[in-house]
């Protein structure tokens, strides 16, 4: 149970407070709602290099991290197709630094040319450690596209190309920043070591003065119904083949989003799970299994993935993934088989209510997509899940015409 | 009404003094020592038993990672299909992990169900028998991602770089190589779990809701003397350090795109006096985001998505290292700026300035790493497995409060002269 208090400043900025004393730190997350599906077709990789921009300076306070190491505090940030959060821990005694910084950069960043060369030249350095420097590391920049065609999740969150980030100029910066970083459009959750009456008069001296902006209206296009099979092969330059299945499924604000939640425990959650049981260790065809949901907000996908063993088949490879699929689709699942996952999903719920920082970015995602409340009511939802809709689901999910299958193999095996 | 000044910070608070929470301590019947951290918001509990079975006790490559990591793949009395179904079915998670010196069992379980975990982590710890067909699977997926890593300039660079400051035939820098997956066998495994897997080489620290009536159950399963070492084994003979020879090295890697550097040196462990300020040294050196390698060559030059250093304290020595990921095209500038930095370092005395904000930083993570029952656990884990006490924490806060330029200067005169490091690039250097 996470109780919280709620209020919305004249501004529009939703704050969310929660109390937990057993800690002398306190978690202050800034959720802004802009990810990278916002971003225009022509100018990829836009949220994330604002992410890095964020922490360039702004227009009252030169350096960011500099003052909040000063007192004590952490900080990082991440950016996904949906959302770019940014959270900060620190001791209760100096919080009002934290509310000095975060306000600051909602206000406006200093938008310097030094500050926009130097992020563009980390982010082209993150593209090659990340993506082009590692075996298998351009694997989602070829899947994604291959399971969208229409809707934005068909490019990554690093973007189509690097040249979108290398071209990207400072009115484009300043454009992006004026359209989504303001309190209309944003999600304060404050975590730990606090009260609300507390909060209430640091977030109504620090944030309130902030013109409101407009919550910006999405009108995304519709991904439409994939009606055939898709297949990709690539050769590339590592040690093994693997497998990359990704199906379309639901929303994450569809009722279904549990079942298919819980589908995925049954398949690849734990050593006990089916996949890894029948794949790795009774057939002996895969070195590891994974299956999972890609959790987006809009309409997101289900990825079954394998890392192949040397010398087995990708058609056996793939033949077992799919019998196994079906199995889950033909044989409705057993009372015990259903009960484990829905233990294992309670206990990781109870675990990470240890964190006051995941604790503020649940409260905050939960905001987000519904209410702050869901992250109290979530296990419910898991609870009440039958065989009947474990079945239901993974019948209409793993169709053959709802996916696109990535082979992604080795050169030195051909 | 006062105007908002949106400029100044507002007043900072120094943190002046910390309270370690320290644990309850038991002995259970059988002279295990057990320590108990009472804390949190949460009715689970976290179980770990800390074995001197690293990688440093094994006598054959492999050895004392893999029996650890199939001590659930099979006991006396289940399979490991059996034994994967019952943790799973509880919501708990057993965690296994080898390192040079240290093993880890841990036990992830909520309270309501601690009866019928804790019989499976019992089980497992004293009975396992590791099944020849299980040990086969295994061996076989790990040289798989063995030899997938070997293509990683990062995870080269981090085993050659320990091989060349330690030497390859000591523990510490040592190496496994393909073929040790084909040469060890399950009787192999049978014989250190039988050596290293006992009552009188461990302890025990509980963390989350613990009660009397849990450290009862405790000692019913482990405070016997069935698991206690019959016959004591002479311990291993550990060789000495051979340093490389050569001062520099580069492993080449067609197509890199980035390189990845590593220099750094042989120092010592947390035993020793100096450890504390070196600890300060190097976090105004690299190791937190706003530090002299990061400020130079990430936010400056962005030759980098990250550098860093750090200092690794281990059971018979210790290192230096500053490691980073870059560009191959700015390779050689950027190693270049890691030299500039390890002689201004030296040369130069810290402005009083700078030594406050890392002071001030370093004590925020230090509230973070006793915050909450599993960090106070791995604080404490982390002490007694060398003989030491509180007073380590006592000492380390004291100088993180005190320490002064000067010492800061004569400490990287002392040990990080740049003329002492060895260097190793793996990718490519223009």
Redesign the interface.
Known sequence: MIKFDRFILKNGLTVIVHS?F????VAVNVLYDVGARDEHPDRTGFAHLFEHLMFGGS???PRF???L??????NNAFTSSDITNYYI???R??L??A??LE??RM?SLAFSKKSL??????VS??F???Y????YGDLWLLLKPLAYKVHPYQWNTIGKSLDHIRQAKMKDVKAFFKKYYCPSNAILVVAGNVTTPDVKKLTQ??FE?IPSGKKHKRDLPVEPKQTKERKKTVYR????DVIYKAYHTCARTDPEFYTNDLISDLLS?????RLY?SL??KK?LF??VNAYLSGDIDKGLFIVTG?L??GVSMKDAELSIDTELQKICKKKVDK?EL??VK??????L??S???VLNKAMNLASAELIGNAEDVNTEIEHYLTVTPEMIQEQAQLVFKKTNCSTLYYLSKNNQ | MEILNRTKQPKIFSINNVTLIKPSDYTLDNGIKCFAFSAGTQDLIKIQFAFYAGSSHQKKALSAFSANKLLTEGTTKFSSEEIANKVDYYGSYIELMAEKDMAYVSLYTLNKHIKSTLPLLEDIIKNSIFPEHELTIFLKNQKQEFITNSEKVNFIARAKFNEFIFGSEHPYGANAILSDFDKIKSSDLKSFHKANYHANNCFIVLAGSVNQEIIKTLNCSFGGTDWKLKTVQSSIKIPAIKTNEAKNYLIKKEKAVQSSVRIGKVLFNKTTKDYHGLQVLNTLFGGYFGSRLMMNIREDKGYTYGIGSAIISLHQSGYFFITSEVGVDVCSKAIEEIYKELKKIRTEKVKLSELTTVKNYMTGSFLRSIDGPFALAERFTSIYEYGLDYEYYENLFQTIKTITPTKITELAEQYLNENSMFELVVGNKK
């Open positions: 937990d057993s800690t002398p730190l227009v009252n306070i991290d500099e003052p190491e000063n007192v004590g505090g952490e821990t620190i001791p005694v100096n009002e630094t509310f000095w306000s600051d206000l060369d130097v992020q563009r030249n980390v350095q993150e090659n450690q990340v082009l420097n590692q075996p001296k620090w003065p330059n590592v040690p093994y959650n734990g050593k006990s799970s049981q790795v260790k002996k070195s590891e890392k063993l040397k015990d009960q484990k233990n294992k999903i309670e206990s990781t109870i675990f209510e240890l964190s």
